[in-house]
């Protein structure tokens, strides 16, 4: 897993061993989401849905941008009472494509203010590498 800062945006990388379809919906099912990154979800994956995530005393609020089933998914993402980063204030997109009977995770996070990019980006790294094994 790698997750590298370009010009500000974080892109994280990860190789799953499993088909886009099976990865996809640990980024849109409630269910799935908290066994690689949080505790509780509220999940509605359609473009304008909720996209509301704890993860510990950590929480991040947003919606849904783009719902593309199993390659592409798009979410805001934010922090509630947090002014640098408000609930909604930047965005995460994921692609999936196949490879093989596996999967390349690229996950670009753009919009974070600079004083947020060196942790998300170490989040991303753990989280991301936490989906590989439960997805995989």
């Known amino acids: 897993m790698t997750a590298q800062i370009r010009n500000d945006v974080i892109v994280a990388t ?11 919906p640990y980024f849109t099912d409630p269910a799935l989401i908290v066994e690689w990154i949080g505790d509780r979800a509220e999940l509605d994956p ?49 692609t999936l494509t196949p490879d093989g009977d596996d999967t390349l995770v690229v996950l670009t996070h753009r919009g974070l203010p600079s004083t947020h990019i060196g942790n998300h980006r170490a989040g991303w790294e753990h989280r991301l590498g936490r989906l590989r094994v439960e997805a995989g």
């Open 14 to 24: 990860e190789h799953i061993k499993a088909p886009p379809e099976v990865v996809f």
């Open 46 to 94: 359609q473009p304008g849905g909720v996209f509301s995530l704890d993860m510990g005393e950590v929480v991040a609020r947003g919606a849904y941008i783009t719902v593309e089933p199993p390659h592409r998914v798009v979410f805001s993402w934010g922090i509630p009472g947090n002014d640098a980063l408000p609930p909604g204030g930047s965005t995460v997109e994921v």
